[in-house]
């Protein structure tokens, strides 16, 4: 079973970083010993586990089977090396807090700096994708997303629910109204994120029922970004409540159908649910 383990470590590293190169330096090993086990997998149960095309892999089916198991696998042993750690720098405990959404994250963030100040705590922000990546890898503990699907290896709980607001420039018509009708949309060029945004997909949804078209002159990748271009006059902007800064020369509008609204989720694998730092953080934000 030793055996096995190594050459299962060397097939998770690659499976990881899809490079055997790349394997190799994760595991300070050599590369000959990473494709040397891969293919002792391989040909010890006679199967694939990556398509091979010059320099580039890919992992067959059998390969995405065998990945989700040694996800959580050598993910629980990270974990038991962390708790370790943990225990030698005489802490009483890690968590890593993955999101995508740094306003929402760090008001979660610091109210555990408050509740429990002798655990770590290490936040950091990538996009959806690339957060959920984290949290199958054990590279985070929990996240916060505001999922529009929803994985049956997650355990996931909601947090808290905002609605979607205009951002306009401050000498725009709107700026003068505490609301406006959504109805009103139709008649603006929009800035809108990218096709994968949450708040992007809420917004042509909601619009969508209302029977609202949207005129987008921009996409762009950022919420920074979004507010910059409605600073130079390109468009309405939408953001979520809990997400826009008072920027001057922007004002924030309602809707006053109050059309959109954005949820973000407590996320974490579904095996990990029980542990007692994250279980104590979803009971307590329950």
Not at 63 to 70: F, P
Request: include cysteine; charge should be negative.
């Amino acid at each position: 079973m030793y055996q096995y383990h190594k050459w299962l470590r060397s097939f998770h590293a690659v499976a990881r970083t899809g490079s055997f190169t790349q394997a190799a330096a994760l595991l300070s090993v050599g590369q000959p010993t990473i494709s040397e086990q891969v293919s002792g997998l391989e040909k010890r149960f006679s199967v694939e586990l990556f398509h091979r095309r010059g320099r580039f892999i890919e992992l067959s089916p059998a390969g995405q089977q065998l990945y989700a198991i040694t996800q959580g696998l050598f993910g629980q042993e990270d974990e038991a090396l962390q708790l370790l750690q943990s225990f030698q720098q005489r802490k009483q405990g890690m968590l890593r807090l993955g999101a995508v959404s740094p306003p929402i994250a760090m008001s979660l963030t610091y109210s555990l700096m408050q509740r429990y100040p002798d655990i770590e705590l290490e936040t950091s922000f990538t996009s959806e994708a690339g957060t959920l990546e984290r949290l199958y890898n054990f590279d985070i503990d929990v996240a916060i997303l505001a999922l529009s699907e929803f994985d049956q290896r997650l355990s996931t709980q909601l947090y808290r629910t905002c609605p979607i607001l205009a951002v306009v420039r401050d000498d725009h018509p709107w700026a003068r109204q505490e609301s406006v009708s959504v109805q009103e949309i139709a008649k603006e060029r929009v800035v809108l994120r990218e096709p994968a945004s949450r708040t992007r997909q809420l917004v042509e949804e909601g619009c969508r029922q209302h029977g609202v078209e949207l005129d987008c002159a921009m996409q762009l990748n950022s919420r920074e970004a979004i507010v910059h271009a409605v600073v130079h006059g390109i468009g309405v902007g939408f953001v979520s409540a809990v997400e826009y800064a008072d920027r001057p020369g922007t004002r924030s509008i309602a809707f006053a159908e109050d059309p959109f609204h954005i949820s973000y989720y407590l996320c974490c694998l579904g095996i990990r649910r029980k542990r007692p730092i994250i279980a104590e953080l979803f009971d307590s934000t329950a």
